[in-house]
């Protein structure tokens, strides 16, 4: 990871970094996205070409697409944004950002799947019987989770999620706008033949303003925050076809991950840019022109 010059990193993740830009009024920071692409939560050596920027662009996207649902933290693609890392970074405002996961799904997968298979509920709420995986739900569920620093986040019910965040008014509202955002979306990628089975969200306060309002942060609504299905209901897109190679390699799944082959790197990076395309609707090429130097 090459960090970006003179600029203090205040979180990172698997994939992406979070600067300060320590600006005069101190309230920006820069959200870069990496190449970088992880499966089984292990982090491959070799970069998917562009994907930060497809991340970036599908961001934008759905900020400008869902900002009369919620205000949003970005500012800029471009100004104040380094030269090296235009096209996959943001200049973001600097929010107290809610000690909770706002995961919104319409469809039954992954570990909500599991916790239904345990349980018959997710996050608390009963779900009908005999569900199938991948089925849609009768009406898209609002599953808070834990951020864990380390491992796996835990699914929690709302009361632990209000408890959490300290305040059961502003919960009620997270979970509200959480779903008619997922709702939102769902139906816009409906329209482009894609399902949007499930995604997470990440909400703060901007606590310079004296009504503190509640404000979208975050990446959102991209194929690492979200499962993106290309028509049927089916294990997914994008990385899912590093998942298979990986899966058939005869890698143990634990870390390190092992580099990834030229075709299935140029298969996976087609796959990422067909997403963008499908959702934003206009040629990946027109993001990179609009944040080119
Ligand atoms: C913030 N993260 C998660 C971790 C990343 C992102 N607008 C904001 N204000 C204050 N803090 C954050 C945000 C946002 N978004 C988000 N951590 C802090 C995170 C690692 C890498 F890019």
């Known amino acids: 990871m090459t960090p970006l010059a003179d600029l203090s990193l205040i979180a990172s993740g698997k994939v992406r970094e979070i600067y300060d830009l320590d600006d005069a009024a101190g309230d920006r920071l820069l959200m870069v996205a990496s190449d970088r692409i992880s ?87 009963p779900l009908p019987d005999g569900l199938l995986e991948s089925q849609q739900l009768p009406e898209p569920i609002f599953t808070p989770s834990t951020k864990a620093d380390v491992g796996h986040d835990e699914a929690i019910d709302f009361d632990a999620a209000a408890e959490l965040v300290g305040d059961r008014a502003l919960m009620d509202r997270v979970r509200e706008v959480s779903i008619a955002l997922y709702s939102f979306a769902a139906a816009h990628a409906r329209d482009r033949g894609v399902i949007l089975a499930d ?25 690492d925050s979200s499962r993106y299905w290309p028509g049927r209901p089916q294990p997914s897109f994008d990385k899912q076809y590093v998942r298979d190679w990986a899966s058939a390699s005869g890698w143990d799944k634990l870390p390190p991950a ?18 963008y395309e499908r959702i934003a609707g206009e040629p990946f090429q027109a ?5 080119a130097p």
Request: aromatic share 8%; with cysteine.
């Open 287 to 291: 993001w990179l022109d609009r944040t």
């Open 39 to 125: 499966t089984y939560d292990a982090v491959h050596p070799t970069p998917i070409p562009d994907k930060g920027k497809v991340l970036t662009g599908l961001s934008v996207f759905w900020f400008e697409k869902t900002a009369h649902i919620v205000e949003n933290h970005l500012i800029s693609a471009t100004h104040g944004v380094p030269e090296e890392a235009l096209g996959r970074a943001l200049v973001v405002r600097k929010l107290a950002m809610l000690p909770v996961e706002c995961v919104v799904r319409g469809y039954i997968t992954g570990s909500g799947w599991k916790d239904y298979q345990a349980t018959g509920s997710v996050s608390g709420i």
């Open 258 to 275: 092992p580099p990834i082959p030229d075709h299935v790197v140029a298969g996976t990076r087609a796959r990422y840019v067909e997403a």
């Open 199 to 223: 995604t997470k969200f990440e909400l703060g306060i901007d606590e310079h303003h004296p009504e503190r309002p509640l404000v979208l942060g975050d990446e959102v609504l991209t194929p």
